[in-house]
């Protein structure tokens, strides 16, 4: 079963309004998460590290006042993408690493959130 | 240069068919590697992680050479549920680690 999710699944908003995605790790605690975003047929991109207990970071070329990182919990992360634009659309995912006995630290990806700003 | 680099296909093969798969990566600080499995607006799946002696798993193998920063993975006697996107990854610490994702390569099996 899923080991990680996501909510809201898909969000279609307004330009100029802010919208939040939870990302829960279910069933292990997670200190650290990542956000990708994933434009259709590119890469997923890592925008940012989520860390419990401390800021978010950031990679080059991803404003932090754009998309507020909040890592609440040992197994909640949550992207606030903040005044939105139609170039915000996208798929966004997050992931969560888990010791996997053998495999060591695998990392787990939400089901991602579609989001569609018009 | 992009760091996971991957030709994008298609791969177009009948079922049954092997088909290989390369990538290669530009961080020769880069500590882990894996292939991972994407549908079609779906989240990634791991599909193996990739060690330096090789490794198999069923119908998929994948291999990886540290001093051509190349990894590979073939896919014997496809079958039409392997059709997806395969992504090269690699991470750069073995834990908890940052992950960058090549763009993918699809594969489509047909009848």
């Known amino acids: 079963g899923a080991v990680v999710s996501q909510h809201p699944s898909r969000v279609i908003c307004k330009s100029g309004t802010s919208v939040k995605i939870e990302c829960r790790s279910l069933d292990f605690q997670a200190t650290t998460m990542f956000w990708y975003r994933q434009f259709p047929k590119k890469s997923l991109m890592l925008m940012a590290t989520s860390n419990e207990g401390s800021k978010a970071t950031y990679e080059q070329g991803v404003e932090k006042d754009k998309f507020l990182i909040n890592h609440a919990s040992l197994t909640l992360s949550t992207l606030t993408v903040t005044s939105a634009h139609p170039e915000d659309s996208s798929f966004y995912i997050c992931?969560?690493?888990?010791?996997?006995?053998?495999?060591?630290?695998?990392?787990?990806f939400g089901p991602g959130t579609r989001l569609t700003v018009l | 240069r992009k760091e996971v680099e991957q030709d994008p296909g298609p791969f177009n093969v009948p079922e049954g068919a092997t088909v290989a798969f390369n990538c290669t990566y530009s961080n020769s600080a880069s500590q882990s590697f894996f292939w991972y499995r994407q549908d079609c607006r779906k989240e990634p799946k791991l599909l193996m992680s990739v060690y330096s002696s090789g490794n198999e798993d069923g119908r998929f193998t994948a291999q990886l050479n540290r001093a051509s920063q190349y990894i590979s993975l073939l896919i014997r006697d496809s079958k039409l549920s392997d059709s997806a996107t395969y992504l090269c990854v690699v991470g750069r610490t073995g834990t908890a680690s940052k992950l960058t994702f090549g763009t993918g390569t699809r594969l489509q099996v047909t009848l």
């Open positions: 992931s969560a690493p888990r010791t996997s006995g053998g495999r060591g630290n695998e990392q787990f």
